[in-house]
């Protein structure tokens, strides 16, 4: 089945700790993005990604880093520099970077400090 | 960003048609209108997205208003499968990258 998978679905940081969240897709897509959601809120753009080896920020990322050496994955790693990583963190893809795609979403990463 | 405006929450009984309303009076000639919903603990699902002509596809109908400055999502027999928060989304010229997701609209479905 062609999709987008997360893993893993639950995560613990130590103070201090970076962490890292796979994201992998095998739909062919160029684009992917990372999101935050916070309890109640709406999401919040991260990073994205418009082509293998070229990727940029969203509106909140102080304290996470990404790579895109690969088509089909997009690591986000939360830093210790992130004072506040307590989230739900959503991994999308779609066809290409264009107002008239969709996006396809993973089932989330629900991170938590220890 | 383009912003929305939706109801905090709506209620409906099952087997019966759902209007969600959305606003988005500042919409530009080129945005698309597009609607996510999303279940609890998962990740947001396409429902439906379109540019100024209605849509229609085996989730939900997508009714644009002439002006472009409102829509409607319709779901025609709600189910208890649809209890979802909606998300109205407008998707400008640079792509998915500047889409807001809002709160949305609470659907819950009485049965």
């Known amino acids: 089945d062609g999709g987008i998978t997360q893993s893993p679905k639950y995560l613990f940081r130590k103070e201090g700790q970076n962490v890292t969240l796979s994201c992998e897709q095998n739909?062919?897509?160029?684009?992917m993005y990372w999101y935050r959601q916070d309890p109640g809120q709406g999401l919040r753009l991260i990073y994205y990604s418009q082509i293998v080896n070229d990727f940029q920020k969203g509106d909140i990322a102080e304290g996470y880093s990404v790579s895109r050496e690969k088509k089909e994955s997009f690591p986000l790693t939360v830093t210790s520099a992130q004072k506040n990583p307590t989230a739900f963190y959503l991994c999308?893809?779609?066809?290409?970077?264009?107002?008239?795609?969709?996006?396809?979403f993973g089932s989330g990463t629900q991170l938590s400090v220890l | 960003d383009a912003k929305t405006t939706q109801p905090n929450s709506m209620e409906s009984n099952e087997e019966e048609p759902v209007h969600l309303p959305c606003n988005h009076s500042t919409i530009s000639g080129t945005d698309y209108i597009h609607w996510y919903r999303q279940l609890p603990s998962q990740g947001p699902e396409y429902v439906i997205h379109?540019?100024?002509s209605n849509v229609n596809n085996r989730m939900a109908s997508l009714a644009i208003a002439e002006d472009r400055k409102s829509s409607t999502l319709i779901l025609h027999r709600a189910t208890l499968r649809d209890a979802a928060v909606y998300y109205c989304i407008l998707c400008d010229q640079t792509g998915a990258n500047n889409l807001f997701f809002g709160t949305g609209t609470r659907l819950t479905v009485i049965p």
């Open positions: 379109g540019l100024t």
């Open positions: 739909l062919n897509h160029d684009a």
């Open positions: 999308a893809s779609s066809r290409k970077d264009s107002p008239n795609e969709k996006l396809f």
